[in-house]
């Protein structure tokens, strides 16, 4: 690409910071102010003060009047382009052709002859932004006489549409090329340059393939699309890699998108490219504070701010997230773990939302806690951020690197749900980012040597060694006395040598560091049921069958269990059962004491003609499947209407649940779901 390619690329992403979407996708006050028309590479100040010298370098300039011409009684389009008027003044130092428009010299600021006139000819355009109207040779001179002006116009001509066709004639290619400008960096942003500057006209398709691309890309964003807006933001990019504006654009989209390391890099190189830009500055200061960069995020606001895009609020924000932080880190140091949670999650709430050390604190204050699904979601939210931000944080807790902490959180959350190997990957992981810590070694082996410790305990399980097991187990809980798995399997082992008040102990003291650790609720039941402790037996069956309502094994169990405590309290059992198909009653009384029997039985009332019924059948003889424990019980109202007026049924379909021969509940044409629902809210809850 040549020069001139690369200027006019440049320049026609002059205005494009005007539609530079902002960091935050589900703000309402996104402005895109230049981007719903096209948008000239002619923008610049409103007021512009030239000077430039001929090639003889003898006459100057005309005088400011001239430019007030042009620049203000010529007037601006709404897009920052120049306009001409139809009836120009006549300037000294040019020549007409006829009584045609004015035509200006085509020499340049420090250029030799130019495009210009006569070998004699001083004179130079009084604005260097100025574009040509009329017949221009490359001399200057007109071989032809000049048509007729056309009348004049009670509106200005604008020169130029937007798409790099300016002038309103044949214009004649022979001059020197227009000098490389000296652009502003801030005048990319939709900014004023600070200083004037020639700004060449940009190619037609570059400048308007780049707006079009740009108003495309904005578009999908305001809708909240940010993978196609991205995909043109990307375009934009390579149609004008220098632009602070266009990385901005894109970096907008990569947070829309979650991709904040690669919004971070596009925020970075923005800053780079244009050092003066405050949008840029504030842009990459709120992504810091998101990702709990603190000084970094301190260090761009105070940029911003001495560019006057500092917004106060981020200021508030920063110092909130700094000290919520720093006193979650003191209370992990003293192992104060409520408030180490309370304060992480301040300090996320605050702005730090994708800090990914705020996160590692509160893992690890939620295991150290005893809610380990709580820290594992955590720690699951936590990886999916990109692990490359971590290398970017200075902070340290108790001389640990950001990066190696969170690999040792990690490990301890992976070894607390009986992850070993994952454990002892992540411990090794985080000694080798931070090899000389000695907390790090401290856990590296503790780890090793619980995962060493399960490892022979369930060797020697499986060779029916129980008691060596058992001893195994209890080796790995000198090393980590919080580990649920352990306590669990060393649970097994007594339960195989029948030593079950044991049993109940581990499982106590591995549901009290996990509460829904189900392999352990299942081993305490049945230790229970060997205790013959039947009214906690039925309790710990009852929530699984709410946690496993499919699991037959369960329900068979929990309706044992419910016999049992039944006939140690001396009521009657004979017509509970379990299992079997839908029951068809025929008469009242056999209705009756289907009814009265223990248990929960839940009635059908049906007829073959009707379509709902037909439907909704096949469901019931699948929850009569699923929950073997209740009595299901069916009624054709067509060939037993006596016992449909005996329960005033005159809907079908309709379901009658009892229990202990009470009603206890009544649907009438209901949903599969509420069906469903109830069902299994009575066979969790009989006893």
Known sequence: MSEADRIRLRTA??????????????????????????????????????????????????????????????????????????TPPRLPGHRRCGSGPLIFSGGSSGGSGGGGGDRGSTASSPMTNALPAGNICPSGRVPVAAAAPPPPRSRPDVLGSGTGNYGHGSIMRGGLAP???????????????????????????????????????????????????????????????????????????????????????????????????????????????????????????????????????????????????????????????????????????????????????????????????????????????????????????????????????????????GRFDAAVEAAENARHIDPGNAEIGMILNNVKLVAKARAQGNELYKAAKFSDASIAYSEGLKYEPSNPVLYCNRAACWGKLERWEKAVDDCNEALRIQPNYTKALLRRASSYAKLERWADCVRDYEVLRKELPADTEVAESLFHAQVALKTTRGEDVSNMKFGGEVEMVTSVEQLHAAIGSPGVSVVYFMSAMNQQCTKIAPSVDSLCSEFPSLNFLKVNVDDNPMVAKAENVRIVPTFKIYKDGARVKEMICPSLHVLRYSVRHYAVSSS
């Open 13 to 86: 992403a002059l205005s494009l910071d005007g539609g530079a979407v902002r960091d935050k996708p589900d703000a309402k006050a996104d402005v895109f102010a230049d981007l719903g028309s096209p948008v000239s590479p002619l923008r610049a100040r409103a007021s512009v003060t030239t000077s430039s010298s001929s090639s003889s370098g003898s006459a100057k300039s005309p005088a400011p009047s001239n430019a007030g011409a042009m620049g203000v009684a010529g007037g601006r389009s709404h897009s920052g382009e120049l306009v001409a008027e139809s």
């Open 179 to 417: 000098a490389r400008s000296s652009i502003d960096s801030s005048s990319f942003l939709g900014h004023a340059p600070r200083s004037p500057a020639t700004f060449p006209a940009a190619s037609g398709s570059s400048s308007g393939n780049l707006q079009e691309v740009t108003r495309v890309a904005n578009e999908w964003y305001k809708k909240g699309k940010y993978a196609e807006a991205l995909r043109h933001y990307d375009r934009a990019v390579v149609l004008c890699p220098e632009s602070a504006a266009c990385r901005g654009n894109r970096a907008s989209a990569l947070i829309g998108l979650g991709r904040l390391a690669d919004a971070l890099r596009d925020c970075e190189e923005a800053v780079r490219l244009d050092p003066a830009n405050g949008r840029a500055h504030s842009r990459l200061a709120g992504l810091c504070l998101r990702l709990g960069m603190i000084s970094k995020t301190r260090r761009h606001l105070m940029q911003a701010g001495h560019l006057h895009q500092s917004d106060p609020s981020e200021w508030e924000k920063l110092q909130q997230v700094e000290a919520h932080q720093g006193r979650s880190i003191d209370a992990r140091k003293i192992g104060d773990w409520k408030s180490a949670l309370r304060e992480a999650d301040a300090a996320i709430a605050a702005g730090a939302d994708s800090s990914q050390l705020l996160l590692a604190i509160r893992s690890e204050a939620l295991l150290r806690l005893h809610k380990l699904e709580e820290a594992d979601s955590t720690l699951t939210s936590l990886l999916k951020l990109d692990s490359i931000l971590l290398s970017l944080l200075a902070a340290k807790l108790s001389g640990m690197l950001a990066e190696s902490y969170v690999c040792i959180v990690r490990a301890q959350v992976d070894m607390a749900l």
